[in-house]
């Protein structure tokens, strides 16, 4: 399939989703290609994630070295791209929904990179000073948080036909790994 095409189909689906449209899903193939395509959205999100990466390494002092951080980072970048879906496979067996893992994959991929662009703004501003590190700051940030949580909600809900309790609780289990991560990342950071 054309690349331009995946992301149009990518991005019309979570445009969908954005609109909490359940037959936005249906956007997203069920098939194994379906949601190997989607980590398009992964490469897409790259240069971006340099780009505030580099502006985060401006804004660290002491200035760590490039030679340690630049990997460390990397890793992390890939590793939060491809530890969710691994677990999902063994999640979405166990509840009884593997025949509809791919698509809540290609649709779980492209709303990350929509959560990316989304934040790059607000993460830009609080760097360059913008948006001073203050308790309003926080506010919008948990916000974020919470409004990001039910998009994902919504997509584990309708991509995987479970009921709301269980798509809660993929949401929630999702967190706990993304906060394992930046355990990790900050862990890797200071040896």
């Given at each position: 399939?054309?690349?331009?095409?995946?992301?149009?189909?990518?991005?019309a689906?979570v445009?969908?989703?954005?609109?909490?449209?359940?037959?936005?899903?249906?956007?997203?193939?069920?098939t194994?290609?379906?949601?190997?395509?989607?980590?398009?959205?992964?490469?897409?999100?790259?240069?971006?994630?340099?780009?505030?990466?580099?502006?985060?390494?401006?804004?660290?002092?002491?200035?760590?070295?490039?030679?340690?951080?630049?990997?460390?980072?990397?890793?992390?970048y890939?590793?939060?791209?491809?530890?969710?879906?691994?677990?999902?496979?063994?999640?979405?067996r166990?509840?009884?929904?593997?025949?509809?893992y791919?698509?809540?994959i290609?649709?779980?991929n492209?709303?990350?990179?929509?959560?990316?662009?989304i934040?790059?703004?607000v993460q830009?501003s609080?760097l360059?000073?913008?948006?001073?590190?203050?308790?309003?700051?926080?506010?919008?940030?948990?916000?974020?948080?919470?409004?990001?949580?039910?998009?994902e909600?919504?997509?584990?809900?309708?991509?995987?036909?479970?009921?709301?309790?269980?798509?809660?609780?993929?949401?929630?289990l999702n967190?706990?790994?993304?906060?394992?991560?930046?355990?990790?990342?900050?862990?890797?950071?200071?040896?």
């Amino acid at each position: 399939m054309n690349p331009l095409d995946e992301i149009r189909r990518g991005l019309a689906g979570v445009w969908g989703v954005l609109r909490f449209r359940p037959e936005a899903l249906k956007t997203f193939g069920d098939t194994p290609s379906g949601a190997a395509r989607s980590f398009l959205a992964m490469a897409i999100g790259l240069p971006v994630y340099m780009f505030v990466l580099k502006a985060n390494l401006a804004a660290i002092t002491p200035r760590p070295s490039l030679a340690g951080f630049l990997p460390v980072m990397l890793l992390y970048y890939v590793i939060e791209w491809l530890i969710w879906p691994n677990l999902m496979v063994g999640v979405a067996r166990r509840i009884g929904r593997a025949r509809l893992y791919f698509r809540y994959i290609a649709a779980y991929n492209w709303f990350a990179l929509a959560q990316m662009l989304i934040m790059v703004p607000v993460q830009l501003s609080m760097l360059s000073g913008a948006l001073p590190a203050t308790p309003g700051i926080a506010l919008i940030g948990f916000a974020a948080t919470v409004a990001f949580g039910v998009y994902e909600w919504f997509i584990a809900r309708h991509g995987l036909e479970i009921e709301p309790r269980p798509a809660i609780a993929l949401v929630l289990l999702n967190l706990l790994v993304g906060l394992a991560l930046l355990q990790f990342k900050a862990f890797q950071l200071q040896l």
